[in-house]
């Protein structure tokens, strides 16, 4: 397998044992290809437990009925998870940055939590971010969402104290936020 000494292997282990993430073919997980948009709404929908068959058509022109990412896509928009551009779209086959990903992981945890959810002010999430270099790159945007991430300790950069928020988010990654945020919110 290519997860043997790969840095993020427990994450990947637990995720595919509870069949939230699957492998890209024999043996193999392939955990540095980048992640695309719907495949990130459909790991973060089957992370918590979402999945159902879908009847109605999607809210976004680019998502087509019958296709493998149709019920997920919707099924994340219904709950607020993701959402689209102005045009939309949904642009499910474009790989996603890791600022994206933390928007639609901060919008989930803010479904489970309800209430106890306190979104952060600018301010707040700004003071959260200069202890990152790089952490003024993210979008004005997405800041308060990382930084709540942050706060729960489901992010933490990297070890030069990076977030990288515009680089593309891998399998890797993503496995590894998504089983952070179910610890946190203690699914598993």
Not at 16 to 33: Q, W
Not at 51 to 57: L, N, P, Q, T, W
Not at 67 to 88: K, L, M, Q
Request: charged share 20%; proline share 3%; with cysteine.
């Amino acid at each position: 397998m290519d997860t043997e000494a790969h840095w993020a292997r427990e994450a990947i282990d637990s995720m595919t044992a509870r069949l939230i993430v699957s492998g890209s073919g024999k043996d193999t997980f392939s955990p540095n290809r980048k992640v695309t948009r719907s495949e990130f709404a459909a790991i973060a929908v089957r992370s918590l437990g979402f999945m159902r068959a879908v009847e109605e058509s999607s809210a976004f022109s680019d998502v087509r009925d019958g296709t493998w990412e149709h019920d997920p896509v919707v099924i994340a928009s219904e709950s607020g998870i993701v959402s689209g551009f102005e045009n939309g779209t949904f642009q499910g086959d474009s790989n996603m940055t890791r600022e994206q990903g933390m928007v639609m992981l901060a919008n989930a945890l803010q479904l489970v939590l309800g209430d106890s959810y306190v979104p952060m002010t600018e301010e707040e999430a700004d003071a959260v971010l200069q202890q990152y270099g790089d952490g003024a790159q993210a979008s004005d945007w997405a800041k308060p969402s990382i930084a709540c991430l942050i706060k729960a300790g489901i992010v933490r950069g990297d070890d030069s104290m990076q977030l990288h928020p515009l680089d593309t988010l891998t399998r890797a990654q993503a496995v590894t936020i998504i089983s952070s945020m179910l610890e946190h919110i203690s699914y598993i």
